[in-house]
């Protein structure tokens, strides 16, 4: 059964968060946020209800747990007769598992793939989550594919060291947060189900309420990841035939891997984008790898022509989780660098000309800065549709969650490599 689309959607936030910048030349800090910035909003995508939470460790003793309470109450909320999808790289969170075990048992259909490295996981959560009827540890065997390796962890890719990396959840049914039932529901983002790169870091999530388009999409790429829809030289994505790609009113996916010599998903969504000196992009990366020129060429390009650059990058050991000729690339640029202990978003937030019009746009999925997210995993890239010029409460919200990482973390410049 599907229920009607409410005629009214949430109200947005009356007063969205933002960050004021300089419109001088020069490159101006984002503002410190304060701390407490939301960690949900609300917005109206696309003609589509979409929701936004956000983890800030910082600010909650080391702990956000907001994704993944959102998550188990969309789970906790699918009524009997419903279908859950959803991929999970790693799981250590134990409510979460037990929700969807609670699921199943009151009658809802639960279909799961879990990265195949989580097989032979000690983690309790994964015991758990072993008692669904339908719960699938994506691998290959290696010799099909003539390889003298190991088996990849991915449904797709066949590489060696391929991973699930696919973080999405669908729901035919269930509620929003006001306690109203909602039909093709959509979420996805950068956490994970674990503590230690979920609640614990810094991460994204959305969701998307009564997108039919979105959601069928989605579960139609799902399907392909069940049935582990290999396809030659792992080259997945292909937009002439739909394959790997949809696109839906409130946004568009784009589904890795890619072969090899074919192009970069990310750098090719980004370029509809004519910077000039109004140009504002922040980018939250865990780590960034040396085998993406075109986009090092793109960010670099748009600092060139007047757009203001700010990044965010994770750390390892008290150092960037950056290469030294990427990152003396960058610096050298212009763009403004930090480096953030526990950043594990991947997203782009952009205030920028595209065609003839300035909009607000928010890019976000699982897709890591490096090769392997492009060529070796499963993943997945979401453009989410531009915002209203006169309200843009998703793309506030994310520039907020940036700013909460800005504020805590160390300048980076291009003789302090490797910025501890």
């Not at 039932?181 to 189900?193: E, I, L």
């Not at 409460?393 to 909460?404: A, E, N």
Request: hydrophobic share 35%; aromatic share 8%; proline share 5%.
């Amino acid at each position: 059964m599907r229920f009607p689309r409410p005629l009214a959607v949430w109200l947005t936030l009356a007063c969205a968060v933002g960050l004021t910048l300089s419109t001088a030349g020069s490159m101006a800090a984002p503002r410190p946020a304060v701390a407490g910035a939301p960690g949900t909003v609300t917005a109206l995508i696309g003609g589509q209800t979409v929701q936004a939470h956000f983890t800030n460790p910082r600010v909650h003793s080391g702990r956000d747990d907001t994704i993944h309470d959102e998550v188990v109450r969309l789970i906790d909320a699918a009524p009997a007769g419903s279908t859950i999808r959803g991929t999970i790289y790693s799981l250590t969170v134990q409510p979460v598992a037990r929700a969807l075990v609670a699921a199943e048992q009151r009658g809802v259909t639960v279909l799961v793939l879990v990265d195949g490295d989580n097989q032979t996981s000690t983690s309790r959560a994964v015991d758990i989550l072993k008692q669904l009827d339908d719960v699938r540890f994506c691998q290959w065997d290696p010799a099909t594919y003539g390889s003298a390796q190991r088996s990849g962890g991915a449904c797709i890719s066949t590489n060696d060291d391929g991973e699930l990396h696919v973080k999405m959840f669908t729901f035919s049914e269930t509620t929003d947060p006001a306690g109203s039932r909602r039909a093709d529901v959509s979420w996805f983002g950068s956490a994970n189900m674990t503590y230690a790169s979920g609640s614990d870091q810094f991460n994204n999530a959305v969701t998307v309420y009564g997108d039919t388009d979105l959601a069928s999409g989605l579960n139609h790429y799902f399907t392909d990841l069940w049935d582990r829809r290999h396809r030659p030289g792992d080259d997945y994505y292909d937009a002439a035939t739909r394959r790997g790609y949809l696109s839906a009113p409130a946004a568009s996916v784009y589904a890795s891997p890619e072969g090899a010599g074919q192009t970069d998903t990310v750098a090719n969504r980004l370029d509809d984008l004519t910077p000039d000196a109004r140009c504002q992009i922040r980018i939250g990366m865990s780590f960034v790898t040396s085998a993406r020129p075109e986009l090092l060429r793109f960010v670099t390009g748009a600092r060139a022509q007047g757009c203001r650059v700010w990044m965010v990058v994770g750390s390892s050991k008290g150092a960037i989780r950056m290469p030294r000729d990427v990152y003396t690339s960058l610096t050298k640029a212009g763009v403004s660098l930090r480096r953030v202990g526990g950043m594990h978003d991947k997203f782009f937030a952009v205030h920028g000309k595209f065609g003839r019009s300035y909009q607000h746009r928010v890019y976000t999925g699982s897709q890591n800065w490096s090769g392997s997210a492009l060529r070796s995993n499963d993943e997945i890239f979401v453009k989410l549709a531009p915002e209203a010029a006169a309200a843009h409460p998703l793309y506030d919200g994310f520039t907020q969650h940036f700013s909460d990482a800005w504020s805590v973390g160390r300048p980076c410049t291009t003789s302090s490599y490797p910025c501890r």
